[in-house]
Nanobody, 123 residues
Framework: QVQLVESGGGSVQAGGSLRLSCVAS????????MGWFRQAPGKEREGVAL???????GYSLSVKGRFSISKDNAKNTGYLQMDRLNPQDTAMYYCAIRLYSGCSWSKGDFDYWGQGTQVTVSA
């Protein structure tokens, strides 16, 4: 069993930055795909960034160049650094883990999810 706990959300003005963290317990080898997803009110949950066990990363077009995903296997913690935030980034942000397989942009492919952390960006 894996438990994920996100933190670091909050309210910022446009152009600001936030760093989200996701602590994973129960899985210690780091050989999994971690993804960050977000869901705005009335919208589908969408993938934002992925990082695989080897450290390879991927980003959605809407955040590429502004967000950076990383993972500290020793701390079982993943991070999402979000810079140059804009109001369209406002959403609940979730981290998720996919075990035993490579990364995927499909939320249905992930095995465990955190409870989410709210990010609100004002104009």
């Amino acid at each position: 069993q894996v438990q994920l706990v996100e933190s670091g959300g909050g309210s910022v003005q446009a152009g600001g930055s936030l760093r989200l963290s996701c602590v994973a317990s129960g899985r210690t080898d780091g050989r999994y795909c971690m993804g960050w997803f977000r869901q705005a009110p009335g919208k589908e949950r969408e993938g934002v960034a992925l990082i695989n066990g080897a450290g390879g990363t991927g980003y959605s077009l809407s955040v590429k160049g502004r967000f950076s995903i990383s993972k500290d296997n020793a701390k079982n913690t993943g991070y999402l650094q979000m810079d140059r935030l804009n109001p369209q980034d406002t959403a609940m942000y979730y981290c998720a883990i996919r075990l035993y397989s490579g990364c995927s942009w499909s939320k249905g492919d992930f095995d465990y999810w955190g409870q989410g952390t709210q990010v609100t960006v004002s104009a």
